[in-house]
């Protein structure tokens, strides 16, 4: 079964995966949040966080590969009054806009392999504007420990190092470390490790 279609059969379930709640690092991160603007969701699956940032008065696009989860993206984003711009993506080969989004939320996107992570996260450098707002949270490889969630591939996994390198030149660069219960449907249940950084793309030197 290719990756595509484990998703597809995983969101074609009635329920939402993860529920329809936003993640709790990103709630977290609501007083970062300008107050309007545009967001970009990557791999943002049924749309439980794009649809919150929407909820915030900003400007989203949500981007997923699975057209089962964006079915319930759009029916969440109905549900809850609010518009959602849903397009369907392969987060590894779309072509991010150059600075184009006021904030890029990265959330549990832990299905990548090193080289495909390598170019997301490139992309997501590339679309943010100068000064723009990079949330993103995942597990560690200590969840492998757990078992609650996530990847059973360690490479698959986030590190505070792997987190300053592939950022490195951001400003106001914030990272936590966190071991905690989590409940987010049934995808996510139960005591977790996990990494969260929030981070600003430095501004252009002026000439």
């Known amino acids: 079964m290719s990756e595509f279609e484990r998703w597809e059969e995983r969101y074609g379930a009635p329920e939402y995966v993860f529920g329809t709640e936003p993640n709790y690092f990103l709630a977290s991160c609501k007083p970062l949040l300008p107050r309007?603007?545009?967001?970009?969701a990557v791999a943002d699956g049924e749309g439980r966080n794009g649809v919150w940032i929407a909820e915030q008065g900003l400007n989203v696009l949500s981007i997923d590969f699975s057209p089962a989860a964006q079915r319930k993206a759009r029916a969440l984003a109905e549900q809850r009054g609010v518009r959602l711009t849903v397009e369907q993506a392969d987060v590894h080969a779309w072509p991010y806009p150059e600075a184009t989004f006021d904030v890029v939320v990265d959330i549990f996107t832990q299905f990548s392999t090193p080289a495909e992570r390598a170019k997301k996260w490139a992309g997501m450098r590339t679309a943010l504007k100068p000064g723009g707002l990079?949330?993103?949270?995942?597990?560690?490889?200590?969840?492998?420990?757990?078992?609650?969630?996530?990847?059973?591939?360690?490479?698959?996994?986030?590190?505070?190092?792997?987190?300053?390198?592939?950022?490195?030149?951001?400003?106001?660069?914030?990272?936590?470390?966190?071991e905690l219960e989590i409940h987010e449907g049934?995808?996510?249940?139960?005591?977790?490790?996990?990494?969260?950084?929030?981070?600003?793309?430095a501004l252009a030197r002026k000439t």
């Open 36 to 40: 309007t603007g545009k967001v970009l």
């Open 186 to 201: 049934s995808g996510h249940g139960g005591m977790s490790a996990v990494i969260g950084l929030t981070a600003k793309k």
């Open 134 to 178: 990079l949330i993103l949270e995942g597990y560690t490889p200590k969840q492998l420990e757990y078992g609650t969630g996530g990847p059973r591939q360690v490479e698959h996994l986030y590190t505070r190092a792997m987190l300053e390198e592939a950022f490195a030149g951001f400003a106001e660069m914030r990272i936590v470390e966190e």
